[in-house]
């Protein structure tokens, strides 16, 4: 028994848990894509995902989203049930309050069989409930797809290849690191309490668990302020911000390019946007005016402030810079 409980540890036992949206190291399809590449077949999966009403086509997308992880990128549905385990009473929930609030035709059910208690469930509601719920899905598994797949570092590196300054570039990478290291503070938090008779977050009452995850926000702060300030002193000790302040070239242990199949992904993908909006547009009835106001509000505001971000941090670079140009201009005079 010991000897067949090592053997998993060594070779690492499938059915182990991942921590939520931690990168995935392998050498599958999709881990050999580039990330600007992944970006593109995301976005344009997710847009046919979201202009289109209904219940079936998200049905179709939210399997392929799990396939797609399954066989492009060998991550089998044991490494992500926590998310699904998640995701599942909220799409219960969803689907009762819309099938109790929505409108005709209504499906009654009578409990128990020839008694005088019944229960009537709006069938629209049941249905808009389920594709809401669907739609949930599918946007949590699109995020799953690139994050399991694509290297913080690369991420980082994608994002100063097209024109983002390195320190944002790689606040963002940093930040997809970072979370799995915090989702390991917390079971390392619940483990402590575990330890000295605390056993609230292994508790079935909602309740129970929210006052833990409560009582574990302090040391869980505490722990992620500690981490953070080890991590940049951490780098700033190996040079981090010295090509900035003395004008030096960054120089990357690795690059990555735009291969074959990066190109042959983007024209697939661009196509199935492209051909999903269409036939969206020619065949569905809907209000241009709001739709297009809806897409515009849902895209604007994302972009407006990462352009504010943007803009608000190339000035305190250009400050920082003038003001050290000056610094050494008086230390030469």
């Not at 070779?11 to 894509?33: C, I, M, P, V």
């Not at 604007?300 to 803009?311: D, V």
Request: hydrophobic residues 50%.
């Amino acid at each position: 028994m010991i000897r067949k409980k090592v053997q998993e540890i060594e070779r690492g036992d499938e059915s182990t848990l991942k921590f939520l949206y931690q990168y995935s190291a392998g050498n599958s399809f999709l881990h050999r894509l580039d990330p600007r590449t992944k970006i593109i077949l995301i976005l344009c999966y997710l847009v046919v995902a979201l202009i289109w009403p209904g219940y079936i086509l998200m049905t179709f997308t939210t399997i392929f989203a799990i396939l797609l992880l399954w066989f492009a990128a060998r991550i089998s549905p044991r490494e992500y049930w926590q998310f699904l385990a998640y995701l599942t009473p909220i799409m219960i929930a969803l689907i009762i309050i819309q099938s109790a609030s929505g409108g005709p035709p209504y499906l009654t059910f009578t409990f128990p069989p020839n008694s005088g208690f019944s229960i009537a469930l709006s069938e629209p509601g049941f249905f808009l409930g389920l594709a809401i719920g669907l739609r949930l899905a599918t946007m949590g598994l699109a995020f799953m797809i690139f994050a399991m797949t694509t290297d913080p570092f690369d991420i980082s590196l994608a994002l100063h290849k097209i024109g983002v300054a390195f320190k944002l570039s790689f606040l963002v990478g940093f930040m997809l690191r970072f979370l799995p290291l915090i989702q390991e503070e917390l079971f390392t938090i619940g483990d402590a309490s575990k330890a000295r008779a605390y056993k609230a977050m292994d508790s079935k009452n909602p309740i129970s668990i929210l006052r833990a995850i409560i009582a574990a926000m302090p040391p869980l702060a505490t722990g992620a302020l500690r981490r953070s300030q080890n991590i940049a002193l951490a780098m700033e000790l190996r040079g981090f911000s010295f090509p900035t302040e003395f004008g030096v070239k960054r120089t990357f242990l690795r690059d990555i390019k735009l291969g074959k199949a990066d190109y042959v992904t983007m024209a697939l993908s661009l196509g199935y946007a492209f051909l999903g909006s269409g036939l969206f547009f020619m065949t569905q009835r809907f209000d241009v005016f709001g739709y297009a106001a809806g897409l515009t509000m849902f895209l604007a505001f994302p972009l407006l402030a990462i352009i504010a971000l943007f803009t608000s941090y190339q000035r305190a670079a250009k400050r920082k810079r003038q003001e050290l140009q000056e610094k050494i201009s008086t230390e030469l005079e």
